[in-house]
C-alpha cells in the first residue's frame, strides 16, 4: 500500500521556503512523495473521473508554489495540502452540477411547468386583444396605440389627430370599454 511518511518528507515543505531553486527542487518531491495520498484523498469526493482528479492536483500543488512561503512555515503541512485540495475538489464539483445537462431526446415527454401553460395564456389573451383592437373604429384604435404601446402623451396624440387632449381622454375609454367587453364575452363563451 502506501510508503510509510519519514520525517525528511515533511521537511521538504520547509526547503519551499528557501532560494528558488532548491523550492523548485522541493515542489518536486513533495509531487512525487504525496501524490498518491493527494489522489487517494481526492478519491473520497471524486470518483471515475481521473482527469477531474489530475485537475485537482494540478491546482493543489499550483496553490501550493504560489502560497510556498506560508506553507514551509505550516506546522501540520500536510493538512492544509489535504484541505486546499479539498476546497478545490468542491468547487469543481459543484461547477459540474452547475452545468450538467441532460439530452432532451432521453424523455419521450416532459412534462409541462406553470410557466409554459403561464406563457401559453399569456399568447391566447393576447390574441384576444389584438382581435379586440381591431374591431375599434380606426381614430380610437390609433389613439390607444399610440396611448399604450407607443407611450405617447395625451398632448402630443391631440396635437397629431387635431383634438383636444380631453377628447383623446375620452376616446381612450371607450376603447378601453369596448376592448374589456370584448374580451368578457370572448373569454366566457372561451370558458363555457
Known amino acids: 500500500m502506501e510508503e510509510i511518511l519519514k520525517y525528511e518528507d515533511f521537511n521538504l515543505f520547509r526547503q519551499l ?3 528558488s531553486g532548491s523550492a523548485e527542487a522541493a ?3 513533495i ?5 498518491t495520498t493527494l489522489v487517494l484523498y481526492i478519491k473520497n469526493y471524486i470518483r471515475n473521473n481521473d482527469d477531474l482528479i489530475k485537475d485537482v492536483i494540478a491546482e493543489t500543488m499550483l496553490v501550493l508554489w504560489t502560497q510556498r512561503k506560508e506553507a514551509a512555515q505550516k506546522e501540520k503541512p500536510l493538512s492544509w495540502l489535504l484541505t486546499i485540495a479539498h476546497h478545490i475538489a ?5 461547477a459540474q452540477k452547475k452545468y450538467y445537462t441532460e439530452p432532451l431526446e432521453n424523455h419521450l415527454s416532459l412534462p409541462g411547468n ?7 395564456e399569456r399568447k391566447e389573451l393576447e390574441a384576444f386583444f389584438r382581435k379586440a383592437v381591431e374591431k ?3 381614430q380610437e384604435r390609433n389613439i390607444l396605440l399610440l396611448s399604450k404601446i407607443e407611450e405617447l402623451p395625451h398632448r402630443q396624440i391631440a396635437l397629431q ?4 387632449v380631453q377628447t383623446v381622454k375620452n376616446q381612450l375609454n371607450r376603447s378601453l370599454k369596448k376592448i374589456r367587453r370584448y374580451m368578457e364575452d370572448a373569454l366566457s363563451s372561451f370558458f363555457i
Open 114 to 120: 406553470d410557466y409554459t401553460a403561464r406563457e401559453t
Open 90 to 94: 468542491i468547487d469543481k464539483i459543484r
Open 31 to 35: 509531487y512525487k512523495v504525496f501524490k
Open 161 to 164: 389627430f387635431g383634438v383636444s
Open 27 to 29: 515542489l518536486a518531491a
Open 136 to 138: 375599434l373604429p380606426p
Open 17 to 19: 521556503g528557501t532560494h
